[in-house]
């Protein structure tokens, strides 16, 4: 953790900042001048990254290393960036998931994707919103994704979590439209964020193949359309048009079927 003396900088909030989408995140803004405040996991070699953005794009940069899939972890952190910092974009971008069979998922793997990907999301928002709302003009990203519009066999907690992002995003986006807090929402398939992950999808079959993303190119499509003030950012329209023309009854299984070979089952 670094601190600084506040300021009138404004800064972007990014979570699950070292790796994947939120590591693309970190550079695009960075592109563009804007200062981070860049949250992880410990050890994940978030403070190189930092420094190394700083350096290389002259923007200002810090970083908090926490659990975030502890509740109190989450109201420390929205602490520390109240405190130091003026906040006028918030990234939403910490999540997991998994694989496996619910009756063999122990009960630590269950609670740390839904506090994580609910309740961190969730109070990280509310604790930030007075920040955000000081500034003239914020907004607020949330990161679902496109399991948010299908239940999925051997996923089962995942997409109930993300169509809860959905649902949240878009309420606080009506709630706060009429005040200079914008929120969206952006609702990507699987990405090639490492090796393991692109291998996993791989092994669902065409479809995974079919519909596995760039997180750069997500990156920049999303800040681009934060920026205009899309509220509902879709960056998969194969995977969307695919959702949207089958029935459940008929979706439900198929999506099941090529998780269910994820897992060798």
Request: aromatic share 8%.
């Amino acid at each position: 953790m670094t601190t600084k003396k506040k300021s009138d900088r404004q800064f972007v909030v990014i979570t699950g900042a070292s790796q994947g989408l939120g590591k693309e995140f970190a550079l695009e803004f960075a592109k563009r001048k804007m200062n981070l405040i860049l949250v992880s996991l410990p050890n994940q070699g978030l403070l190189d990254l930092s420094n190394e953005i700083a350096q290389k794009y002259d923007v200002k940069t810090a970083t908090f290393e926490t659990d975030l899939a502890v509740p109190d972890n989450v109201i420390l952190l929205s602490n520390w960036i109240n405190a130091n910092f003026n906040v006028h974009i918030l990234i939403n971008n910490a999540g997991t998931g998994g694989t496996k069979k619910f009756i063999d998922a122990k009960v630590d793997y269950i609670n740390t994707i839904m506090q994580l990907n609910v309740v961190a999301t969730s109070i990280l928002t509310h604790q930030l919103l007075p920040n955000l709302m000081e500034q003239n003009q914020s907004y607020i990203l949330n990161v679902s994704s496109m399991a948010a519009f299908s239940p999925i066999g051997y996923k089962t907690v995942y997409p109930a979590s993300k169509t809860f992002i959905h649902s949240f995003s878009r309420g606080l986006y009506q709630e706060l439209k009429d005040t200079n807090v914008f929120v969206s929402v952006v609702n990507p398939g699987a990405m090639k964020t490492s090796d393991e992950i692109t291998a996993r999808i791989n092994k669902q079959g065409f479809l995974g193949k079919l519909t596995l993303l760039d997180p750069k190119k997500v990156a920049q499509y999303c800040i681009k359309q934060l920026l205009k003030k899309d509220t509902v950012i879709m960056v998969n329209p194969i995977s969307w048009a695919i959702l949207r023309i089958l029935p459940i009854g008929i979706r439900l299984p198929l999506m099941t079927r090529a998780i269910k070979r994820e897992i060798g089952q």
